[in-house]
């Protein structure tokens, strides 16, 4: 098995960074206040974990070995990445907004 390279490591890393922004951003939110939660927070709480979950399966994705190396991995990692991305900017921008 080769090592990884190209869009591998940058979907990897990626994701990582994004994970790490998000848990940034929800320690500084304040998931932690004692106050009561309300039905926004609770989908901005969802949103995020949402996100947080198919970042965290993007390396997974990517590096599954299959058959032949023809990369068919990586547009799905892709999709993958894309959608968690989108599910922790929307937690963001309700956050903000709400």
């Not at 309300?38 to 995020?48: H, N, P």
């Not at 068919?72 to 937690?91: C, D, K, Q, S, Y």
């Amino acid at each position: 098995m080769r090592a990884p390279a190209g869009s591998v490591v940058g979907l990897c890393s990626a994701s990582a960074t994004l994970c790490a922004m998000g848990m940034a951003f929800l320690g500084y939110w304040g998931v932690h206040e004692p106050t009561p939660w309300r039905a926004m927070d609770v989908t901005v709480i969802v949103l995020a974990f949402i996100g947080f979950a198919l970042l965290a399966s993007v390396p997974w994705i990517v590096t599954t070995p299959v058959a032949d190396e023809s990369g068919e991995r990586i547009p799905a990692a892709r999709r993958v990445f894309a959608m968690g991305a989108t599910a922790i900017w929307l937690a963001a921008m309700l956050a903000v907004i709400g």
